[in-house]
């Protein structure tokens, strides 16, 4: 199911990075509304957390809006007076070792699912998935869905 990400026109915010999500979701740093360009490494990483984000699209046969995908600590982006800044820390992120930084997390709602209880609800649907789909979920309150493809620690359904 994966898209090789060195067959993706990263240059092109609506090349395809997988069937139905594309650079500019992932790249989009909304706060600041630039761009991130990212590294190699950093494309890799956001090509194979999309195929968790399809299967949860699947799961719910609805659009999946991305509200941050990438957060790096230091942004590519010359000719911004961002470039080389920390977005992670102007979100509020505290964290050094945060999946967001390598592209290898994504905070979505499910479209038409966007309040704290619709979104809690959309949580519970994910959940007996985890394993299989080997990611892991934020146990959180709010209007939006955290995942990632860090390894487990305690537990794949965890408090931040």
Same mark, same amino acid.
């Given at each position: 199911?994966?898209?090789?990400?060195?067959? $993706?026109? #990263?240059?092109?915010?609506?090349?395809?990075?997988?069937?139905?999500? /594309? &650079?500019?979701?992932? +790249?989009? +740093?909304?706060?600041? /509304?630039?761009?991130?360009?990212?590294?190699?490494?950093?494309?890799?990483?956001?090509?194979? $957390?999309?195929?968790?984000?399809? +299967?949860?699209?699947?799961?719910? !046969?609805?659009?999946?809006?991305?509200?941050?995908?990438?957060?790096?600590?230091? &942004?590519?982006?010359?000719?911004?007076?961002? =470039?080389?800044?920390?977005?992670?820390?102007?979100? !509020?992120?505290?964290?050094?070792?945060?999946? =967001?930084?390598?592209?290898?997390? &994504? %905070? @979505?709602?499910?479209?038409?699912?966007? !309040?704290?209880?619709?979104?809690?609800?959309? /949580?519970?649907?994910?959940?007996?998935?985890?394993?299989?789909?080997?990611?892991?979920?934020?146990?959180?309150?709010?209007? #939006?869905?955290? $995942? %990632?493809?860090?390894? &487990?620690?305690?537990?794949? @359904?965890?408090?931040?």
């Amino acid at each position: 199911m994966a898209y090789d990400w060195q067959e $993706i026109d #990263w240059n092109d915010l609506n090349s395809k990075i997988g069937p139905h999500f /594309r &650079v500019h979701e992932a +790249l989009w +740093l909304p706060s600041w /509304r630039i761009y991130h360009i990212a590294s190699d490494e950093e494309k890799a990483n956001i090509v194979q $957390i999309t195929d968790s984000m399809e +299967l949860i699209r699947d799961l719910f !046969g609805s659009a999946i809006i991305i509200h941050c995908w990438i957060r790096p600590l230091k &942004v590519n982006a010359p000719d911004t007076p961002h =470039h080389g800044k920390n977005y992670n820390r102007h979100i !509020g992120s505290r964290s050094t070792k945060s999946a =967001h930084i390598f592209g290898r997390a &994504v %905070d @979505f709602h499910v479209s038409g699912h966007s !309040g704290p209880e619709e979104c809690a609800m959309v /949580r519970q649907e994910i959940l007996p998935h985890l394993e299989e789909w080997n990611i892991r979920m934020e146990d959180i309150e709010g209007g #939006w869905i955290h $995942i %990632d493809d860090y390894p &487990v620690v305690h537990q794949r @359904f965890f408090k931040p």
